[in-house]
Each structure stands twice: as structure tokens, then as C-alpha cells.
């Protein structure tokens, strides 16, 4: 499994902007399509981005579309989510995730991702 540790959150006002970023172990990361979800407080994981192996295309929630952008650097193992004009509803607990097959990412859900990291906060206050 791919081992993936997050990092980034924190507490920001509305209109601001974070990037967080997800690093992974896995040496042959770039064999792994990479996605962003995210779990607010009594709210089931929902899909945010998705990025196919080589980065060539990007998948994102219609809820951030325009406003986050998802994207990776192979050589440092690294994906990231920049994201911008955040909202109070942005907050959550955002989790990178890796998937084995280069298709169908949004249409996986969840459960369609192999590994997951442990997780960041975001906070937007308003």
C-alpha cells in the first residue's frame, strides 16, 4: 500500500486560500491516479478532485469547480490541492486517497481508492 501524509490545513477567513499538499512513499508514485475528498462533521466523504496518473487530466466536484485546482509533481511523489475563494462550507477534514486504475475516478467513489492518508483541517470562518 502507498503510504500518504497530508498536510497544509488550517484556519483561514472566507475568500482566502490554502494548498495542501499530500505526500506519498511509493516510489513508482506515478503508476497511481490520485483524488481529493474530504468529510465534514455528520456528513458522509465526498469526492473534491481527481488527477489521472500522468496529470494530463483533472476531475473535480462541481462544488469547487473554478475555484480549486488539483495537481501533482511525479518526480517529488506529491500531490496538491490549491484552493482558492474558500467558503464556509469548505470546512472539513480533507484526505488524498490513491487509486491503482487511471479511469473512472469520480464515478468510484470512495470506495474505489486504495490508500488513504490520515487527514487535514480545513476551517473557514466567515
Known amino acids: 500500500q502507498v503510504q500518504l501524509v497530508e498536510s497544509g490545513g488550517g484556519l483561514v477567513q472566507a475568500g482566502g486560500s490554502l494548498r495542501l499538499s499530500c505526500a506519498a512513499s511509493?516510489?513508482?508514485?506515478?503508476?497511481?491516479?490520485m483524488g481529493w475528498f474530504r468529510q465534514a462533521p455528520g456528513k458522509e466523504r465526498e469526492f473534491v478532485a481527481a488527477?489521472?496518473?500522468?496529470?494530463?487530466?483533472?476531475y473535480y466536484a462541481d462544488s469547487v469547480k473554478g475555484r480549486f485546482t488539483i495537481s501533482r509533481d511525479n518526480a517529488k511523489n506529491t500531490v496538491y490541492l490549491q484552493m482558492n475563494s474558500l467558503k464556509p462550507e469548505d470546512t472539513a477534514v480533507y484526505y488524498c486517497?490513491?487509486?491503482?486504475?487511471?479511469?473512472?475516478?469520480?464515478?468510484?467513489?470512495?470506495?474505489?481508492?486504495?490508500?488513504w492518508g490520515q487527514g487535514t483541517q480545513v476551517t473557514v470562518s466567515s
Open positions: 486517497a490513491s487509486r491503482l486504475f487511471d479511469w473512472n475516478l469520480v464515478q468510484a467513489g470512495p470506495e474505489g481508492y486504495d490508500s
Open positions: 488527477i489521472t496518473r500522468s496529470g494530463g487530466k483533472t
Open positions: 511509493e516510489r513508482t508514485f506515478s503508476n497511481y491516479a
